[in-house]
């Protein structure tokens, strides 16, 4: 029997699991880590206590499934994407916390390269929007605030990468400083047709070449890792960022599938194969994935930047619930939201909307609102700024989108399952496995390493766990729709 090790690297904490050749999971593994907010709209992360949660978890996955480290075939990475790292090259230290995809502190930088008339270039060669989210602005960032930051990367002293690339680096002893092409076409420098980097780009942002990685696919020989952390010299055949993973991992290999993911944030990609299709309703273009010497493969995306952290700031912030499974028992003891409404902004907004100084917006209530009220309004907005993706996905294609493949934690509630059926008017589509981010890992690490020969071996894996399909009238969902429009422009007035 061969083994995987699928190392899932998520915003909120490091999993590691074990993977047959069947991809059952013989072994999960899982640590929470710190998350720091040094100032409002900032989110770091250690990156030294990353790599030591995922080296943690790792060691406990093979120990939990009893079997030798040699007998795990291949090592794949999934990752929390356009989050960043610098790091010395020679002591392998990082130089600065790392910045989270969440951070929105290079905002006024962004804001000024688009008044700038920066946006029309960035668009073509990357597919993205000017906005603090990707990794450019981040990275541009660090080097301005550490001593010598520019001239320390130019000399090469310096190493910066999304996670996936720490990583790889720290597993492999140095010996591999390399990104996938699907994390690579969210730093804002890659040119998404050529799959490589852009001089124009690197110019625009002040960042040199010499710091940046090389570009990989997405499966194939990214490097071994070193004997002494894991026991072996296990190669790593598979890296890739989470939602283009779990794109994978629900076998959307066809142009036109579609998934959602209910993780930190919400993500909704739909595949589009070998075109890179632009969105005019400001979804991104991303790469999806590379396998070995494939064509690159593209998908559409829209992102919420709080889906699942809306109901950990029930949790955190209010106190209203002791752990995140209860918002669903909470949510069930009313009916409806008692017509309040929550726009979960506390970073900004994301796709179609694309305001990061939008702020979360609680509105509707009165002396009869409850916290299970509160509770309910809160799975609603996470299903509300789903439908906003799917609306816009669907103006771009044309196409009516007649079902949503879902998976993360959060799609575990039914109850806010059936509420995405009924703001979208379509079918939801639970599979029996909902952790397709650490599944595509594994599947693309597979892949590289021989254990399958292509993508329709793997089509008999996927079975589907339970199918919502829509149970209110058109007319009130768009009554519902509207209130929300109006919630969402109250969000965006608050700076205003």
């Known amino acids: 029997m061969k083994y995987i090790l699928a190392l899932d690297q998520g915003t909120t904490s490091s999993r590691s699991i074990i993977y047959d050749e069947n991809l059952k999971a013989v072994a999960t593994v899982q640590k929470e880590f710190t998350q720091h907010f040094p100032q409002p709209g900032l989110v770091e992360h250690d990156a030294a206590e990353i790599w030591e949660s995922i080296l943690e978890t790792a060691r406990g996955a093979i120990a939990m499934a009893g079997i030798k480290p040699s007998e795990i075939a291949s090592i ?3 990752n929390q994407r356009e989050t960043v790292v610098v790091w010395d090259r020679k002591t392998g230290e990082p130089v600065h916390r790392a910045i989270v995809w969440q951070d929105r502190r290079t905002g006024d930088f962004m804001s000024a390269l688009r008044e700038g008339g920066k946006e029309p270039l960035v668009q073509q060669r990357t597919g993205l929007l000017l906005d603090p989210y990707f990794s450019a602005s981040k990275i541009h960032w660090i080097l301005r605030e550490i001593p010598d930051g520019h001239a320390r990367a130019a000399s090469g002293e310096l190493a910066a990468g999304t996670v996936d690339s720490w990583l790889i680096f720290k597993l492999t002893g140095g010996a ?9 076409s969210r730093t ?50 598979g890296a890739i960022g989470d939602q283009q993973s779990a794109l994978f991992g629900q076998l959307c290999t066809k142009p036109g599938l579609v998934k959602c993911t209910y993780g930190t944030g919400c993500f909704l990609l739909v595949f589009t ?93 009165t002396r009869g609102t409850t916290s299970a009220h509160i509770a309910r309004a809160t799975l609603d907005g996470i299903a509300f700024q789903v439908a906003d993706l799917v609306t816009a996905m669907e103006k771009d294609s044309g196409k009516k989108i007649t079902t949503l493949r879902v998976d993360g ?4 509630s039914n109850l806010l399952m059936q509420t995405q059926a009924d703001l979208l008017g379509c079918a939801v589509e639970r599979p029996s496995n909902i952790e397709s981010t650490a599944l595509g890992a594994a599947m693309l ?16 894996i996927r079975s589907v766990d339970r199918r919502f399909e829509p149970t209110i009238m058109a007319r009130d969902r768009r009554a519902r729709l509207k209130m929300w429009k109006r919630a969402v422009k109250r969000s965006q007035k608050w700076a205003s």
């Open 76 to 78: 794949g990475i999934t």
């Open 188 to 237: 804002m420098l890659m040119n998404i047709r050529t799959g490589d980097w852009d001089a124009d780009l690197m110019a625009l942002f002040n960042i040199p070449r010499a710091l940046l990685p090389e570009i990989v696919s997405s499966s194939g020989n990214l490097g071994k890792a070193v004997p002494a952390l894991l026991g072996a010299s296990i190669p790593i055949c």
């Open 273 to 365: 194969g070998s075109d890179a299709i632009s969105s005019a309703n400001r979804l991104l273009t991303t790469v999806a994935w590379r396998i070995g010497d494939q064509p690159l493969q593209y998908a559409v995306e829209g992102s919420v930047f709080m889906g699942g952290a809306s109901i950990q700031w029930l949790r955190d912030g209010l106190g209203i619930i002791r752990s995140a499974p209860e918002v669903n028992e909470l949510a069930a003891r009313v009916n409806d939201s008692g017509g309040v409404y929550l726009v979960p902004a506390f970073t900004g907004l994301g796709a179609p909307y694309w305001d990061s100084e939008a702020r979360g917006t609680l509105l509707g209530m």
């Open 445 to 460: 690490a597979g892949l590289g390493a021989g254990i399958w020969p292509n993508i329709e071996t793997l089509a008999k």
């Open 176 to 184: 591999s400083h390399v990104t996938d092409v699907s994390n690579a």
């Open 409 to 412: 934690g959060a799609c575990a």
